[in-house]
C-alpha cells in the first residue's frame, strides 16, 4: 500500500501545486508569493476604495535619512506600500506606533493623521502607491496641535 500511496500523494501534490500556480494567472515558472493579504488598514479600519469618475494612480520612491520624518499628515485616498530597506516607526494620532522592516507592506488607514519616523541608522527606502483622483491631493498635512489633542 505504501507504494501506491506514495506516487498518489506525490500526484496530489504536484496537481495542486500546478493549480495554484495556474490559479494566479501566471505561467508555472512564475514565482509568486504572497506579501500581504488583508482587508483592514494597519489601524483596524475596514478597507474602503476612492469611488471616482476620474481614478488617478501615483507611484512614489520615497526615502527617509536616518532621524528624519515625514510630519503629521493623513491621506483622503486609499495608500499602500512596501518597505525596501531599512526600518520606519508609524505613530497614530491614536492607538500604539507600528514600527516596518524591509519586506514589509503597509496598509495606511484613510482619513486618520500619523507620522512616520526613521529610528534606524540607515535610510527607510519605500515605493508607495496612492490610488487617488486626478487633480486631487493625495497628502494633507497637518500643523498646530493634532486632531483631540490638548497644547501642553
Partial sequence: M????????LSLFLFV?????R??????????????????AENGQPIRYLKTKNPEITVLDVVLPPGTETGWHFHPVP?????????LEVK?????PRRFKA???IIEPLNTPH?????????AHLIVFYTGEAGKPYVIRLSG???GKKRK
Fill in 115 to 123: 507620522d512616520g519616523l526613521n529610528t534606524g541608522e540607515t535610510p
Fill in 92 to 96: 497614530m494620532a491614536e492607538g500604539k
Fill in 17 to 21: 501545486s500546478s493549480g495554484l500556480a
Fill in 23 to 40: 490559479s494566479t494567472g501566471y505561467d508555472s515558472a512564475v514565482r509568486v508569493k504572497v506579501l500581504l493579504k488583508s482587508n483592514k
Fill in 145 to 147: 496641535p493634532l486632531p
Fill in 103 to 105: 519586506g514589509d507592506v
Fill in 2 to 9: 505504501k507504494r501506491i500511496w506514495i506516487p498518489s500523494c
Fill in 79 to 87: 495608500v499602500y506600500a512596501y518597505v525596501l530597506s531599512g526600518t
